[in-house]
């Protein structure tokens, strides 16, 4: 998971958050379209930064992937 996908996770996280406290839903479906509008605030937000960056913000690729991909840049690196 990249530092995008992360602070785009928090974002999602915080607005349901907030919404949540704000609405104060009492039956599942209520907290089920409060979890989807706080989904929608971080998806435009990830549209806006693909569309000013030109760079996708979700990648396919794990945290097990990326300490994979750390260990053997950091190993290359060693054998130099």
Known sequence: MTNV?????????VSTTD????????TMEQHKKVAQRGGSVAK?????????TRKK???????KSFKSLADK????????
Do not use: C, F, W
């Open 73 to 80: 840049k950091h190993n290359d690196g060693d054998e130099e």
């Open 19 to 26: 919404i949540s406290r704000q609405d104060e839903p009492e």
């Open 5 to 13: 996908e992360l602070v785009l996770n928090m974002l999602a996280e």
């Open 57 to 63: 913000a979700v990648t396919p690729l794990n945290a």
């Open 44 to 52: 435009s937000a990830r549209v806006q930064y693909e569309k000013q």
